[in-house]
């Protein structure tokens, strides 16, 4: 075996994935599809919905593929343009799961184990949780590295995920005795709207999974729906503060001024600057129809989308050609490094 672990010198690429369960909401456009759009222009990027994490819990089949139509829609309205990024279906690409296998076969149990995601998930209901469920996070390494990803636009609940990414690739090379054949995938965490909380909780991140559909804004709501859920935010009883510093503590209000900070593209400490000593009876009305100026539009361009779905199935089946040209080489070195018969 080689001495010193070579470094990968592979072109870079961006990869990430959005599940199809539920509707996408404005925490998964700041955090993910605004920075995907971002991302097209100068990097390598693969965007994938990720129809094989979604059904690691249960998943309506009559369902699933308008699902899948829908979060395309979703990525084609907020900017993704598929002629600069690849977007498609993860179970459409069969690299995923022979990938997963092979990584099963390299990742630990005691490595899983200490996956906090699938503690959460499971709760006490562990044993009647889904193996899928617990195996999860290789999945995830095998879409990563099935494109030979180098960057991964991540949210901080999935560090840890990328983490054993990291773990497994490093492990594979060194077993295998191929020295940088997989990179170890970077986060790109940093950013506005990495981190967008409920409106009801601003201790709790913003998901489409909390019952009360007040505390989201989906990206299907209509102007008036969005003015009404920034009404009733959870704010409290102070005025917007002068420095940044002075948002420790008062989480439901760091949030709101995350969000008009990453909405219009100013830092919060431009935002408080503007609305310093002001209270919420004159931000939350400017807040609102900032919100319902970005995304009304976005709602618009996803309804005429969905009214065409034959057109999000030529793309996609487009993207799944295009990620499988590049997937299906890389697994195809899996087996020859693993010692695979071939004739």
């Given at each position: 075996?080689?001495?010193?672990?070579?470094?990968?010198?592979?072109?870079?690429?961006?990869?990430?994935?959005?599940?199809?369960?539920?509707?996408?909401?404005?925490?998964?456009?700041?955090?993910?599809?605004?920075?995907?759009?971002?991302?097209?222009?100068?990097?390598?990027?693969?965007?994938?919905?990720?129809?094989?994490?979604?059904?690691?819990?249960?998943?309506?089949?009559?369902?699933?593929?308008?699902?899948?139509?829908?979060?395309?829609?979703?990525?084609?309205?907020?900017?993704?343009?598929?002629?600069?990024?690849?977007i498609y279906p993860q179970s459409r690409v069969r690299a995923h799961t022979e990938l997963a296998w092979y990584f099963n076969c390299v990742a630990r149990i005691?490595?899983?184990?200490?996956?906090?995601?699938?503690?959460?998930?499971?709760?006490?209901?562990?044993?009647?949780?889904?193996?899928?469920?617990?195996?999860?996070?290789?999945?995830?390494?095998?879409?990563i590295l099935t494109f030979k990803a180098t960057h991964v636009p991540v949210g901080e609940d999935q560090k840890q995920h990328l983490e054993l990414s990291r773990?497994?690739?490093?492990?594979?090379?060194?077993?295998?005795?191929?020295?940088?054949?997989?990179?170890?995938?970077?986060?790109?965490?940093?950013?506005?709207?990495?981190?967008?909380?409920?409106?009801?909780?601003?201790?709790?991140?913003?998901?489409?999974?909390?019952?009360?559909?007040?505390?989201?804004?989906?990206?299907?709501?209509?102007?008036?729906?969005?003015?009404?859920?920034?009404?009733?935010a959870k704010s409290d009883a102070g005025v917007i503060p002068e420095a940044v510093e002075e948002l420790e503590g008062r989480p439901e209000v760091s949030n709101?001024?995350?969000?008009?900070?990453?909405?219009?593209?100013?830092?919060?400490?431009?935002?408080?600057?503007?609305?310093?000593?002001?209270?919420?009876?004159?931000?939350?009305?400017?807040?609102?129809?900032?919100?319902?100026?970005?995304?009304?539009?976005?709602?618009?361009?996803?309804?005429?989308?969905?009214?065409?779905?034959?057109?999000?199935?030529?793309?996609?089946?487009?993207?799944?050609?295009?990620?499988?040209?590049?997937?299906?080489?890389?697994?195809?070195?899996?087996?020859?490094?693993?010692?695979?018969?071939?004739?």
């Amino acid at each position: 075996m080689s001495d010193k672990p070579a470094e990968y010198t592979g072109p870079e690429r961006v990869f990430s994935g959005v599940q199809p369960s539920g509707s996408l909401h404005l925490g998964n456009y700041l955090g993910a599809l605004k920075k995907f759009v971002d991302l097209q222009d100068d990097h390598d990027c693969v965007y994938c919905i990720v129809d094989l994490h979604a059904v690691t819990v249960w998943q309506e089949p009559k369902e699933l593929a308008n699902q899948t139509r829908h979060i395309a829609a979703a990525f084609l309205a907020a900017g993704v343009d598929p002629a600069k990024a690849i977007i498609y279906p993860q179970s459409r690409v069969r690299a995923h799961t022979e990938l997963a296998w092979y990584f099963n076969c390299v990742a630990r149990i005691g490595w899983l184990n200490r996956m906090t995601q699938f503690k959460d998930k499971a709760g006490k209901n562990s044993e009647k949780m889904s193996v899928g469920l617990y195996d999860y996070p290789v999945l995830q390494a095998a879409d990563i590295l099935t494109f030979k990803a180098t960057h991964v636009p991540v949210g901080e609940d999935q560090k840890q995920h990328l983490e054993l990414s990291r773990d497994i690739a490093a492990k594979f090379n060194n077993d295998f005795d191929a020295p940088g054949f997989f990179p170890l995938p970077e986060p790109l965490i940093k950013g506005p709207g990495a981190r967008v909380m409920s409106l009801k909780d601003g201790s709790n991140k913003m998901s489409k999974s909390d019952p009360s559909d007040l505390s989201r804004i989906n990206l299907t709501d209509d102007a008036d729906l969005i003015a009404k859920k920034i009404r009733k935010a959870k704010s409290d009883a102070g005025v917007i503060p002068e420095a940044v510093e002075e948002l420790e503590g008062r989480p439901e209000v760091s949030n709101l001024v995350g969000i008009y900070a990453a909405l219009s593209g100013k830092s919060d400490a431009d935002v408080l600057t503007e609305f310093a000593g002001q209270g919420f009876g004159a931000f939350k009305p400017a807040l609102a129809e900032l919100c319902v100026e970005k995304i009304a539009p976005i709602t618009q361009l996803m309804n005429r989308y969905l009214s065409d779905p034959e057109e999000i199935d030529r793309i996609l089946a487009r993207g799944a050609d295009a990620a499988s040209e590049i997937a299906d080489p890389i697994v195809g070195d899996v087996r020859d490094i693993m010692g695979f018969w071939k004739v």
